[in-house]
């Protein structure tokens, strides 16, 4: 009894600092224009922070949620009666004051990605939701990206771009961990027809295994081989030793694609809403002419 004393100040207590934290996120981000700080508008600093608090407070709260269901199945020998149900209850209570945080957090990021045009635009994009726009605008300094290939650096999708032993690592590490879940995302979606990235990951897919099948990857593979231990016994040594690549290489391939391609399509707009005119071609189609351009569809 006396525990459950205890739990219930404790989510009272709680329940009281989130709603006083949920009302300064609200007031902090109601404006969106970014700032110092000191007239209580959200930063870009901020943001990125946010938005790192928010996938670490998901993940965690994922993981204290399988932790209750583990010991809520958990019973005495000879009993059955639940065993420790006193910390099954405080980690319930736990996980329920970060879902209502990590809710409060994205309303906040919600309101800071959809007062910005470029948040906006993002935010149209199936695949796209405010976390994520949030943590582009927040990562991505237009001004100081005259062409796509400096964001695509800057998020580690250069292929050209190595970080080699006892130098300073070339890319930003947080925004290439957010162009990877925005690829996840663009897969969830690839089932919509409406999803215009979404379709593009599973075009890209289908192009990429014709050409594997092709033996168009050899060199690749062997390279792969030649550059990195890997293991006779996996899998993925299998397709390398026969001439191709493995599947969940061929998946990253055309998922990176995808990213790239919206990546192209977000710095144009921003350039526009900057300079309002359109930025240089990227020099894969400028330069190498590599491809045509893929105009945006949304």
């Known amino acids: ?11 009272q207590e709680g329940k009281t600092s989130v709603a006083r934290l949920s009302r300064d996120l609200v007031k902090a981000t109601k404006d969106g224009k970014g700032g110092s700080g000191s007239s209580g508008v959200m930063t870009a600093d901020e943001a990125r922070f946010l938005v ?13 949620g399988n932790q209750v269901q583990a010991l ?15 910390p099954n209850s405080v980690l319930a209570w736990l996980e329920e004051q970060s879902r209502v ?17 470029l948040g906006c635009w993002a935010r149209e994009v199936i695949g796209i939701g405010p976390v994520i726009a949030a943590g582009l605008l927040a990562h991505i300094d237009i001004a100081k990206a005259p062409t796509v290939g400096h964001i695509w650096r800057y998020a580690g999708l250069d292929p050209t771009s190595e970080w080699k032993k006892g130098e300073k690592r070339p890319w930003n590490s ?29 075009q890209r897919k289908e ?15 062997a390279a792969k081989l030649e550059k990195f231990k890997i293991g006779k016994q ?39 809403l900057l300079h309002n005119q359109k930025p240089p071609l990227p020099y894969p189609i400028a330069i190498l002419g590599h491809a045509h351009k893929i105009e945006a569809n949304v």
């Open 174 to 202: 947080r925004l290439k961990t957010l162009c990877w879940k925005i690829g996840e995302s663009f897969v969830k979606v690839s089932g919509n027809p409406d999803a215009f990235y979404g379709q593009i990951y599973k």
């Open 52 to 64: 790192d608090a928010y996938y670490t407070m998901q993940e965690d709260r994922i993981r204290s």
């Open 1 to 11: 009894m006396e525990t459950m004393n205890i739990e219930t100040e404790l989510t």
């Open 72 to 86: 809520g199945s958990e019973t005495e020998f000879g009993t059955g009666e639940q065993k420790n149900p006193e």
């Open 101 to 117: 945080l990590e809710n409060q957090i994205k309303r906040a990021l919600d309101n800071y990605s959809n007062s910005q045009p």
């Open 207 to 221: 192009w990429e295994t014709a050409k594997n099948i092709a033996g168009d990857y050899k060199s690749q593979a």
């Open 234 to 272: 996996t899998e993925a040594y299998k397709h390398y030793s026969e001439g191709h690549l493995p599947p969940a290489h061929i998946h990253a391939r055309a998922k990176r694609y995808a990213v790239k391609l919206f990546l192209a399509h977000y710095h144009e707009q921003g350039y526009i």
